[in-house]
């Protein structure tokens, strides 16, 4: 009799459980459909933007450790246009996407090529800005002046970035071969080209327009471009984010055409804007 | 968080993981062996009484338990670099490790030794050994007995510390993991793979150490 009443109590409580589960899903689940990214961006008042502030002129700190460069005005301006307040979160390059997968971040404007492997796990914005590799090199190791003067010569690259692909696409034709000397940061790059570990360094004229002419580049000159490459940046947001992705493409399409992307590129990179893609 | 994992890449990538699992145990291996040949001396360099010797062994074990694995490894790569002696990574790696294991394993080893009864040392001197055999024979044995369980901690520490060589380019097992997480962006599913592997590497060291064990794996 004990048994049989605690066993049917026992049902009870298993069938409230299960109903509790499933309205509690049903509710999330409407809950999730009506209120994208953009909606939580705008109900909370705050865009929190992920840039990298080891970058410049994309990103970096003033000598007041404030944020600047042209992807912190970039954020400005969207968090000005969306009518809510700007957080500046820095995320070092591979702290990018793991931050915003985490939810710690709302968008990445960190100067992120937008190749098609990477957009298979985040969605892009249609690119935001453009950029093209250039090689530098140490003057000891001999002078350059064009990008067949890499063959047989020790190259520094950041591992993993289009520049190193770059590099092993075009080097691959070479009857010298390859030698990358791939690492993890910018900073290891420069000091391996510094100390003579690698005669050529091959970055991004975004960071090579800060770099040469700085105290850290004696001895090290602009040689030329890597060719036929261009390095697309877009903004990233999480996957599936399309509400999201559309609102900053319109942002993006407005930025260019009011005469914005060209003042802040010019501002940051002083030179004349290029042409975006369509 | 709404993230589908996708294995599919980390599958792709296998046969690069594996061959940095490689690099990452081997180095592992070597720099324990050096390591483990260098701290039997420094430890009895460290308790013994010759100022001479003492000295130079107390400044290695201290610097080598009192600043981080990362500015050892980057002391041999950039740090050495900065006077014009280039090695690749993975010999910077191996002698920074061997550095730091020497370092951690000999303060083990002089925690074994002083569970050694002196009188033994004498006796095996009187007996005829000479200081070297003395110590060879009669007290590493008891001390390696007595040390074990430290000393396969200290291997699967210094196997753990071979994944900082990433940074200076190593194509280990975390390198591999930074380069394919660096195109793909798929950062979470090659850690979670390259954590699971860290584990099975940790549990091959105990497993091989068992062998090792003095007295044989049963004892």
């Given at each position: 009799m004990n048994n049989l009443l605690s066993s049917s109590a026992a049902r009870l409580r298993d069938a409230a459980l299960v109903a509790a589960l499933v309205a509690s899903g049903v509710l999330a689940g409407a809950g999730q459909a009506k209120a994208d990214e953009l909606d939580?961006?705008?109900?909370?008042?705050?865009l929190r933007c992920g840039v990298m502030l080891d970058y410049p002129p994309l990103g970096y700190r003033d000598s007041n450790?404030?944020?600047?460069?042209?992807?912190v005005e970039t954020c400005k301006d969207i968090a000005t246009a969306m009518g809510v307040e700007l957080e500046i979160i820095e995320t070092p390059a591979p702290q990018r996407i793991p931050s915003l997968i985490a939810g710690t971040t709302d968008i990445a404007v960190a100067g992120t090529t937008a190749t098609l492997e990477r957009a298979?796990?985040?969605?892009?914005t249609r690119p935001y800005n453009m950029g093209r590799m250039f090689v530098a090199y140490k003057q000891d190791s001999g002078e350059m002046t064009q990008f067949e003067d890499l063959k047989g010569k020790?190259?520094?690259?950041?591992?993993g970035t289009i520049n190193e692909t770059a590099y092993l696409a075009e080097c691959a034709k070479w009857d010298e071969g390859c030698d990358n000397l791939s690492l993890a940061t910018n900073a290891d790059a420069v000091t391996a080209l510094r100390q003579g570990r690698a005669d050529a360094y091959i970055e991004t004229?975004?960071?090579?327009s800060a770099f040469i002419g700085s105290p850290v580049a004696e001895g090290i000159a602009l040689c030329c471009a890597v060719p036929g490459n261009t390095d697309w940046n877009a903004m990233a947001v999480v996957r599936g984010e399309y509400g999201l992705r559309d609102w900053l493409n319109y942002f993006i399409f407005w930025q260019i055409d009011s005469g914005r992307y060209a003042e802040l590129y010019t501002k940051f990179f002083n030179a004349p804007a290029p042409t975006l893609a369509q | 968080m709404g993230y589908t994992f996708q294995f599919g890449v980390v599958l792709d990538a296998l046969p690069d993981l594996l061959s940095g699992a490689a690099v990452s145990l081997s180095l592992a291996v070597a720099s324990m062996v050096v390591g483990m040949l260098l701290a039997a001396p420094l430890a009895v360099a460290a308790a013994?009484?010759?100022l001479a010797a003492k000295a130079p062994a107390r400044a290695w074990i201290e610097l080598a338990r009192n600043t981080p694995c990362l500015a050892q490894i980057y002391a041999m790569y950039y740090g050495l670099g900065a006077v014009g002696i280039f090695m690749p990574a993975w010999a910077a790696v191996f002698l920074a490790i061997s550095f730091n294991n020497a370092g951690y394993l000999a303060e083990i080893f002089r925690g074994g030794l002083n569970g050694i009864n002196a009188n033994q040392f004498k006796a095996s001197r009187s007996l005829g050994l000479t200081p070297a055999m003395a110590y060879r024979y009669v007290v590493f044995p008891q001390v390696f007995r007595n040390t074990y369980n430290s000393v396969s901690n200290q291997f699967i520490w210094s196997m753990l510390n071979t994944s900082l060589g990433a940074l200076i380019g190593l194509y280990d097992l975390s390198g591999v993991a930074m380069d394919y997480q660096m195109r793909t962006f798929k950062t979470f599913e090659f850690f979670l793979a390259i954590a699971v592997a860290y584990i099975v590497l940790?549990?091959?060291?105990m497993f091989g150490m068992r062998f090792l064990k003095p007295g044989g794996a049963n004892a």
């Open positions: 939580d961006i705008l109900s909370s008042g705050t450790g404030d944020p600047q460069g042209f992807d298979k796990t985040v969605t892009f020790t190259v520094a690259v950041v591992r004229d975004a960071y090579m | 013994g009484r010759n940790a549990k091959l060291i």
